[in-house]
């Protein structure tokens, strides 16, 4: 079967460097998407990756390697605004996106 | 408006209640989806519609009947549901389901069943 696992919760320091990994194991890959998702609130699209390697993109940046099927995403100089769920997601060979059940990230002052 | 806009936003209704979730989205996109988010579980896609043709139907129940009038709309009407329904339902456009572009999401409509 298809299978996406990240961490249930973390916690984190405001100012600090978080990381939230996430493993996949998918028929096919067309790409790994991260998406955060504040409390009540509709989940948006933060990154994409396609290719091995590390995209940047501000204070958040993704990471992919296809042959370890892990990816993770990094968050620097966390705000209290950082306080929300991220997910991942991977596009099987169908296209069809595959979810995590998404990590609660927790930021403290 | 922009972006894509679910209502209502929240519903509570019986076993035995009809109601309907609408969807509209202002993007310009072809395809659109219904999912189901339920606490510390990962999304479950229900439909999918392409140039408002249905594409997917994860074994979903008849209880849940979706509805794509045009490419920028798109209803879910409930019948008969049961308690385990309850749940945050998401609609999410896109360009293409088979592009790698991102889903677009609304804010969710928050169904009770009771």
């Known amino acids: 079967g298809q299978n996406i696992d990240q961490p249930t919760e973390m916690t984190a320091t405001e100012g600090a460097i978080v990381q939230i990994n996430c493993t996949y194991q998918?028929?096919?890959?067309?790409?790994l998407f991260w998406y955060q998702q504040h409390a009540g609130e509709a989940p948006t699209f933060l990154s994409y990756?396609?290719l091995d390697g590390l995209e940047e993109k501000g204070r958040f940046s993704s990471f992919l390697s296809r042959s370890k099927g892990y990816s993770y995403l990094l968050l620097k100089e966390l705000q209290m605004k950082d306080s929300a769920s991220y997910l991942c997601?991977?596009?099987?060979?169908?296209?069809?996106?595959?979810w995590g059940a998404g990590t609660k990230l927790i930021i403290k002052p | 408006e922009t972006g894509v806009t679910q209502t209502p936003r929240h519903l509570v209704m019986g076993m035995t209640n009809k109601k309907s979730l609408k969807c509209e989205q202002h993007?310009?996109?072809?395809?659109m989806y219904w999912y189901k988010q339920s606490a510390k579980k990962p999304l479950e896609l229900m439909f999918v519609?392409?140039?408002?043709?249905?594409?997917e139907n994860n074994s979903v129940p008849s209880r849940f009947s979706p509805e794509c009038p045009n490419s920028s709309h798109l209803f879910l009407h409930l019948h008969t549901l049961q308690p385990e329904d309850s749940a945050l339902y998401l609609c999410?456009?896109?360009?293409?389901?088979?592009?790698?572009?991102?889903?677009?999401f609304g804010e969710g409509s928050r169904l009770t069943v009771l």
């Open positions: 519609y392409n140039f408002k043709e249905q594409t």
């Open positions: 990756n396609v």
């Open positions: 993007l310009g996109h072809n395809a």
């Open positions: 998918t028929s096919g890959f067309n790409g």
């Open positions: 997601a991977v596009k099987d060979s169908n296209y069809q996106l595959i």
């Open positions: 999410a456009s896109s360009q293409d389901p088979t592009s790698a572009g991102e889903l677009f």
